[in-house]
C-alpha cells in the first residue's frame, strides 16, 4: 500500500533553533514529491516539488532534500511567523496529475 | 493572478441533507482535484477533474460526486450528509505543465 509518514508529529522549537523535519514513503513509483505549508483555517501553501533522489531546494529559511525514501525539510534559525503545519504530498509515477497522498503533517511552533 | 476560489467558506448542514460546494480554479488551469481534511484522517483525495471528465476518484461512497463545467470551474456535491462529513473539503487546481497544486481556503462543512 503506498503510505506517506511524516514526523515529528509536533515539534516546538526555539527562534534561531535549527531543525529538520521528516517525510519517509512507501510507494510504488514516484513521480513528484511536495512540501506545503498550512496555517489554521487556510488552504495548504505550495512549497516546493521535487522529483529526484539527491535534488535540494531552498526557499528563504526553508530547504527541501529527497532520497530514494524520504524527504527532509530542513528550516534554518526559524522565526515565529514558520509556525505553521508542514504536509509532504507525493504523487505516484502511475497516478493522475490531480491525485496527491498526503502525510499527516507536522505542526510547528516556534517560541521568540 | 487570482487563487482558487471556493464558496461558500462555511456551510452548516443537518444530517440528512444535501450540499453542493463551488471552487472556480486559478485562470487557464484545466485541471481540478477535491479534498477531505478531517483532524483524523489528514487530507484525503476525493476525484479529480480535467477538461469536463472525471479523471480519477478517491475510495469515498458514492454520495460523493462532482462534476466540472466548460469554464473549468468544479462543484462537489454530497447527498444524505452524515456526522462524519464535517471537514474542510479543499479544492486544488494546477496547470499542464506542472505537477504542481494550488489550493483554494476551502470550504467549512460542519453537520448536526
Known amino acids: 500500500e503506498d503510505q506517506v509518514t511524516q514526523s515529528p508529529e509536533a515539534l516546538r522549537l526555539q527562534e534561531g533553533e535549527s531543525s529538520s523535519l521528516n517525510c519517509s514513503y512507501t510507494?510504488?513509483?514516484?513521480?513528484?514529491l511536495f512540501w506545503y505549508r498550512q496555517d489554521p483555517g487556510k488552504g495548504p501553501e505550495f512549497l516546493f516539488t521535487?522529483?529526484?533522489a539527491g535534488e535540494e531546494k531552498e526557499k528563504e529559511r526553508l530547504k527541501a532534500t529527497l532520497t530514494k525514501k524520504e524527504s527532509f525539510l530542513h528550516i534554518t534559525a526559524p522565526k515565529p511567523e514558520d509556525s505553521a503545519t508542514y504536509l509532504c504530498?507525493?504523487?505516484?509515477?502511475?497516478?493522475?496529475?490531480?491525485?496527491?497522498?498526503f502525510g499527516k503533517g507536522t505542526k510547528l511552533s516556534v517560541k521568540p | 493572478k487570482a487563487g482558487v476560489t471556493q464558496t461558500p467558506r462555511y456551510l452548516i448542514k443537518t444530517r440528512g441533507q444535501q450540499v453542493t460546494l463551488s471552487c472556480s480554479p486559478i485562470?487557464?488551469?484545466?485541471?481540478v482535484s477535491w479534498y477531505q481534511q478531517t483532524p483524523g484522517q489528514g487530507l484525503q483525495f476525493l476525484f479529480e477533474?480535467?477538461?469536463?471528465?472525471?479523471?480519477n476518484k478517491g475510495n469515498f461512497p458514492g454520495r460523493f460526486s462532482g462534476r466540472q463545467f466548460s469554464n473549468s470551474r468544479s462543484e462537489m456535491n454530497v447527498s444524505t450528509l452524515e456526522l462524519g462529513d464535517s471537514a474542510l473539503y479543499l479544492c486544488?487546481?494546477?496547470?499542464?505543465?506542472?505537477?504542481?497544486?494550488?489550493f483554494g481556503p476551502g470550504t467549512r462543512l460542519t453537520v448536526t
Open positions: 486544488a487546481s494546477s496547470s499542464d505543465r506542472g505537477l504542481e497544486q494550488y
Open positions: 510507494v510504488s513509483g514516484l513521480r513528484g
Open positions: 521535487l522529483y529526484s
Open positions: 504530498a507525493v504523487q505516484l509515477s502511475r497516478g493522475s496529475q490531480g491525485n496527491l497522498i
Open positions: 485562470s487557464g488551469h484545466r485541471s
Open positions: 477533474y480535467f477538461s469536463e471528465t472525471q479523471r
